[in-house]
């Protein structure tokens, strides 16, 4: 097993075909296809079921790929740091920033967008990894991020917590869930399906799921690990709250997002986490840009919410 195997079989997923992960990947259509054979040969299971109008991944391949994407982010985040280290990052005219949100179909592209807009926006490299909090938390401690995006506030003594805007709330769910007809979920169509609770990603800050659960809704909320969300949303109807930007497309293998009906929507603040008594020379750059420019995820305007 080897990191292209892995980049290449992301990409089939992503895009559901091999020519058109071919494409994406700048390699011929038979080297796609002898890396994936040869990945499943290695793994011993089938990771894609081949039709005539493309392919689609096995159950296997679905929960495969939830333990992919983090190890071709951290690959990535590796080649980066080698190849971008500076003696002395509280000067660097870099900046490193972590998303801390869950794996996602997608991630790698998302993360490169932001990198690129931020980088066009500062004028200098922008790295954005992908990152669950706990570990984002002792990143910025420990110098290896400048800062920290977070999808709801987060409070600790020594950070400091500001919004960047807000966005909408949505539900993710199987394609053939009872919900998917619909166009829009009210809180009161949850009331027979399961919400899921991440004890990585909803037990660091307020999240989407804990701002919902807080509000003592009759909604059965169960903690569901990473290793087992795939099951929850396909075998088992349930689903989970994930923000709500169609831009970003499927954030999981066979799902679809429907919006929380606007009379249950909250607005979602998305945050930027910076050490109190540490900001970067980049960190500092980014706070005055953001100050000036368009809110990068649309909704309010930027301000101290904490």
Same mark, same amino acid.
């Given at each position: 097993?080897?990191?292209?195997? $892995?980049?290449?079989?992301?990409?089939?997923?992503?895009?559901? @075909?091999?020519?058109?992960?071919?494409? !994406?990947?700048?390699?011929?259509?038979? +080297?796609?296809?002898?890396?994936?054979?040869?990945?499943?040969?290695?793994?011993?299971?089938?990771?894609?079921?081949? #039709?005539?109008?493309?392919?689609?991944?096995?159950?296997?391949? !679905?929960?495969?790929?939830?333990?992919?994407?983090?190890?071709?982010?951290?690959?990535?985040?590796? #080649?980066?740091?080698?190849?971008?280290?500076?003696?002395?990052? $509280?000067?660097?005219?870099? $900046?490193?920033?972590?998303?801390?949100? *869950? *794996?996602? $179909? =997608?991630? &790698?592209?998302?993360?490169e967008s932001?990198?690129?807009?931020?980088?066009?926006?500062?004028?200098? &490299?922008?790295?954005?990894?992908?990152?669950? =909090?706990?570990? +984002?938390?002792?990143?910025?401690?420990? =110098?290896?991020?400048?800062?920290? %995006?977070?999808?709801?506030?987060? @409070?600790?003594?020594?950070?400091?917590?500001?919004?960047?805007?807000?966005?909408? *709330?949505?539900?993710?769910?199987?394609?053939?869930?009872?919900? +998917?007809?619909?166009?829009?979920?009210?809180?009161?169509?949850?009331?027979?399906?399961?919400?899921?609770?991440?004890?990585?990603?909803?037990?660091?800050?307020?999240?989407?799921?804990?701002?919902?659960?807080?509000?003592?809704?009759?909604?059965?909320?169960?903690?569901?690990?990473? &290793?087992?969300?795939s099951k929850?949303?396909?075998?088992?109807?349930?689903?989970?709250?994930?923000?709500?930007?169609?831009?970003?497309?499927?954030?999981?293998?066979?799902? %679809?997002?429907?919006?929380?009906?606007?009379?249950?929507?909250?607005?979602?603040?998305?945050?930027?986490? @910076?050490?109190?008594?540490?900001?970067?020379?980049?960190?500092?750059?980014?706070?005055?840009?953001?100050?000036?420019?368009?809110v990068i995820?649309?909704?309010?305007? *930027? =301000?101290?919410?904490?």
């Amino acid at each position: 097993m080897n990191i292209k195997q $892995l980049r290449y079989f992301a990409a089939v997923v992503e895009h559901g @075909s091999l020519s058109a992960a071919a494409k !994406n990947q700048y390699v011929t259509v038979q +080297a796609v296809s002898k890396a994936v054979a040869d990945l499943e040969r290695e793994l011993g299971r089938d990771l894609f079921v081949r #039709e005539s109008r493309g392919v689609h991944a096995t159950p296997f391949g !679905n929960a495969f790929i939830l333990k992919v994407a983090p190890v071709l982010q951290n690959f990535t985040e590796l #080649e980066s740091f080698a190849s971008r280290y500076q003696e002395n990052p $509280l000067h660097a005219d870099v $900046l490193r920033l972590a998303l801390c949100a *869950p *794996p996602f $179909l =997608g991630n &790698e592209k998302a993360c490169e967008s932001i990198a690129a807009f931020t980088k066009k926006g500062l004028g200098f &490299e922008t790295q954005v990894a992908l990152d669950n =909090g706990e570990k +984002a938390l002792s990143g910025l401690r420990s =110098g290896v991020y400048d800062m920290l %995006v977070t999808i709801g506030p987060f @409070s600790s003594p020594d950070t400091d917590c500001i919004s960047m805007g807000a966005v909408a *709330p949505g539900l993710i769910m199987a394609k053939d869930h009872p919900l +998917a007809r619909e166009k829009s979920v009210v809180l009161a169509d949850l009331e027979n399906y399961s919400i899921s609770l991440s004890p990585l990603f909803d037990a660091f800050n307020d999240s989407i799921a804990t701002m919902y659960q807080k509000r003592d809704l009759d909604i059965d909320f169960k903690l569901v690990s990473v &290793e087992h969300f795939s099951k929850h949303l396909l075998e088992q109807q349930g689903v989970a709250f994930v923000t709500y930007i169609p831009a970003l497309g499927a954030l999981h293998p066979e799902t %679809v997002i429907r919006p929380v009906a606007t009379e249950d929507a909250l607005a979602i603040p998305i945050c930027l986490v @910076s050490l109190k008594n540490r900001k970067t020379k980049a960190y500092l750059a980014f706070e005055r840009w953001l100050s000036g420019a368009l809110v990068i995820f649309g909704g309010e305007s *930027p =301000g101290d919410i904490l």
